[in-house]
């Protein structure tokens, strides 16, 4: 089983570029959520698909951020434009089961991509 | 105010003691009660995790939940060099959205 595959797992860009990380969840599984991790701030959710409909965005910090899931395989997060203040490691879990039911299933994390916005 | 408080340390202990770490939340509706455990560049991964109030132990370690207090507890026994890493406590909602504890970096010295 590969995991949660996340790409790229580095980037650096400078600020007011746009940035789109992927995320590849685990086969079957049909919750998503995308957190952010820094030091200041620890590991927050950002957002929150079942079934590839968004559930929960209250995480999103501002209209640069925007995530998608076009299909039960990928998702996208985007950051346009990028800020300096954006720059955090950012992972996406996937969970097999919906909201109540699923609600004390493993999240599996991917590896995360490291954001570096200069 | 967060709702899950976590001392991020870091907490130095040598090898074969025991490690205690702790949580506190205030949201009463919290459900189910977990513990990650995250290497230096690593995702997230799940250690534990308990629904009622009581002990649950897997091999070294023990998870431990008073819910009355709002406290939730991990032991890890005869703690080895590879128990190094951060501890993140989590705590979900009946809808499983997950609230993080600030992690607490261990280091177990040999």
């Known amino acids: 089983d590969a995991g949660v595959i996340q790409s790229p797992r580095h980037e650096v860009t400078e600020m007011g570029q746009e940035v789109t990380l992927r995320c590849k969840p685990i086969s079957g599984h049909n919750s998503l959520f995308w957190y952010r991790q820094t030091m200041m701030r620890g590991l927050e959710l950002l957002i929150y698909f079942n079934n590839n409909v968004p559930i929960d965005d209250s995480g999103m910090p501002e209209d640069r951020f925007s995530a998608k899931m076009p299909n039960a395989s990928f998702s996208t997060l985007k950051i346009q434009p990028s800020e300096p203040r954006d720059s955090a490691v950012y992972f996406c879990a996937s969970r097999l089961g919906g909201s109540a039911s699923g609600s004390h299933n493993e999240q599996f994390f991917g590896p995360g991509t490291r954001l570096t916005v200069l | 105010q967060k709702e899950v408080e976590q001392d991020p340390g870091p907490l130095s202990v040598p090898e074969g003691a025991i490690v205690s770490l702790n949580c506190t939340y205030s949201?009463?509706?919290?459900?189910?009660f977990m513990w990650y455990r995250q290497y230096s560049r690593k995702g997230p991964e799940l250690l534990m995790y308990t629904y009622s109030s009581g002990n649950k132990e897997d091999g070294r370690f023990t998870a431990q939940v008073d819910k009355s207090s709002k406290y939730i507890s991990l032991f890890i026994r005869d703690s080895q060099p590879s128990d190094s890493a951060t501890y993140l406590c989590a705590i979900t909602d009946s809808w499983g959205k997950l609230q993080f504890g600030a992690g607490t970096q261990v280091v177990v010295t040999p």
């Open positions: 949201n009463s509706a919290f459900q189910y």
